[in-house]
Protein backbone atom coordinates (compact mmCIF):
# COMPACT_ATOMS: atom_id res chain seq x y z
CA UNK A 1 0.00 0.00 0.00
CA UNK A 2 1.31 3.51 -1.18
CA UNK A 3 0.26 6.69 1.29
CA UNK A 4 -0.61 9.52 -1.33
CA UNK A 5 -1.54 12.68 -1.02
CA UNK A 6 -3.81 14.00 -3.80
CA UNK A 7 -4.05 17.82 -4.96
CA UNK A 8 -6.63 18.53 -7.25
CA UNK A 9 -7.26 21.25 -9.99
CA UNK A 10 -10.12 22.35 -11.64
CA UNK A 11 -7.87 23.42 -15.31
CA UNK A 12 -4.62 21.86 -16.04
CA UNK A 13 -2.26 25.04 -15.16
CA UNK A 14 -2.03 24.43 -11.36
CA UNK A 15 0.73 27.50 -11.20
CA UNK A 16 -1.76 30.03 -12.18
CA UNK A 17 -4.90 28.49 -9.85
CA UNK A 18 -5.29 26.84 -5.97
CA UNK A 19 -6.16 23.27 -5.56
CA UNK A 20 -9.99 22.93 -4.83
CA UNK A 21 -9.45 20.56 -2.99
CA UNK A 22 -7.36 18.01 -1.38
CA UNK A 23 -6.62 14.56 0.45
CA UNK A 24 -4.44 11.75 1.80
CA UNK A 25 -5.08 8.30 1.06
CA UNK A 26 -3.80 4.57 0.62
CA UNK A 27 -3.65 3.05 -2.79
CA UNK A 28 -2.53 -0.09 -3.97
CA UNK A 29 -0.93 1.17 -6.60
CA UNK A 30 0.30 4.63 -7.69
CA UNK A 31 -1.41 6.22 -10.29
CA UNK A 32 0.60 7.63 -14.01
CA UNK A 33 -0.40 10.20 -15.44
CA UNK A 34 -3.83 10.12 -17.49
CA UNK A 35 -5.02 7.48 -15.04
CA UNK A 36 -8.66 8.11 -13.62
CA UNK A 37 -9.02 8.25 -9.95
CA UNK A 38 -12.64 8.04 -8.93
CA UNK A 39 -14.13 9.84 -5.53
CA UNK A 40 -14.57 7.27 -2.47
CA UNK A 41 -17.40 8.25 -0.20
CA UNK A 42 -15.48 7.24 2.56
CA UNK A 43 -12.89 9.81 1.52
CA UNK A 44 -13.67 13.38 2.80
CA UNK A 45 -13.12 15.63 -0.11
CA UNK A 46 -12.27 13.00 -3.02
CA UNK A 47 -13.78 14.11 -6.46
CA UNK A 48 -13.27 12.19 -9.88
CA UNK A 49 -10.45 13.63 -11.52
CA UNK A 50 -7.48 12.72 -13.73
CA UNK A 51 -3.75 12.28 -13.01
CA UNK A 52 -1.45 15.03 -14.61
CA UNK A 53 1.56 14.62 -12.59
CA UNK A 54 2.84 12.30 -10.29
CA UNK A 55 5.92 12.93 -7.92
CA UNK A 56 7.51 10.48 -5.76
CA UNK A 57 8.73 11.59 -2.53
CA UNK A 58 12.01 9.87 -1.07
CA UNK A 59 12.07 9.12 2.55
CA UNK A 60 14.45 8.92 4.77
CA UNK A 61 13.45 5.85 6.47
CA UNK A 62 10.59 2.81 6.61
CA UNK A 63 9.27 5.52 9.66
CA UNK A 64 9.02 8.58 7.56
CA UNK A 65 5.66 10.05 7.98
CA UNK A 66 5.93 11.64 4.09
CA UNK A 67 3.69 11.03 1.76
CA UNK A 68 5.29 8.38 -0.75
CA UNK A 69 3.82 10.35 -3.52
CA UNK A 70 1.92 13.43 -4.45
CA UNK A 71 -0.64 13.37 -7.27
CA UNK A 72 -1.42 16.16 -9.08
CA UNK A 73 -4.81 15.89 -11.10
CA UNK A 74 -7.37 17.79 -12.66
CA UNK A 75 -11.63 17.31 -12.19
CA UNK A 76 -13.69 15.87 -14.46
CA UNK A 77 -17.19 15.06 -14.58
CA UNK A 78 -18.24 12.20 -12.31
CA UNK A 79 -19.49 8.88 -14.07
CA UNK A 80 -22.80 8.05 -12.19
Same mark, same amino acid.
Given at each position: ??? =?????? %???????? &??? @??????? !??? /??? !???????? !?? %? !???? @????????? /????? &??????????????? /? =??
Amino acid at each position: MFD =LAVFIY %EQTDEIKA &NSI @CQYRARF !GVV /PRV !GDYIYRHI !GI %E !GAID @CQVIKVAVV /PKLDQ &NATDADAIIKAIRVE /P =LY
